[in-house]
């Protein structure tokens, strides 16, 4: 199954629906979505932080064949992870089912870029001259926007990611997403660092 999913074009983005949001969580995304600091690896180490870009590269290489634009890629997904509180390797999960890494997907109910974000939160967090093309700016928001359906859900994870997909209650995708993850974007830190040492 996971095979097939590596292999597939299919954008699974589904029909978000747009929620009012208090005045609070609407200001705490407003101010994520407009950080543009510069995307770092946050690690505790130099050597963790070159073992998970050397591995996680080496997965997105037929997917994304110029180095430097996977490496900047791959900085910025864990550094807008990070500072939202995910899993890196979730988000590169997401992705993979989500637009299968093309960054100018786009979904039969209009969501865009990798993460498939919906338009209408540009117009409710963000600023007119946001892009969600722009590769950055839609990993920003893709985080920004989990990271709150995480806290809706008081952490669980499917109904997080049912409820970004807009397929809340359905199975389907949460498995595929945590499938993902799991089987193709999980990371093992000690067991890298150890073979590299070697």
Known sequence: MLAGLLGSSVSMAGNQQEEPLANN?????????????????????????????????????????????????????HYEATRAGLDPQLVLGLIQVESGFKKYAVSSVGARGYMQVMPFWVRSI???????FDMR??????????????????????????RYNGSLGKPEYPKLVVGAWRNYWHFSPSVTVNMASQ
């Open 25 to 77: 969580v609407r200001a705490l995304m407003q101010k994520s979505v407009s950080d543009v600091a510069a995307p770092r690896l946050l690690f505790d180490s130099e050597q963790l932080a070159q073992a998970w870009l050397q591995e996680m590269s080496g997965r997105l290489v037929k997917r994304m064949p110029d180095a430097q634009y996977r490496e900047d890629f791959l900085k910025s997904v």
């Open 137 to 162: 700016l839609n990993l920003r928001y893709g985080c920004t926007i989990l990271r709150h359906y995480l806290d809706i859900e008081h952490g669980d994870y499917y109904r997080a990611l049912g």
């Open 126 to 132: 963000g600023a007119s001259e946001h892009n969600l």
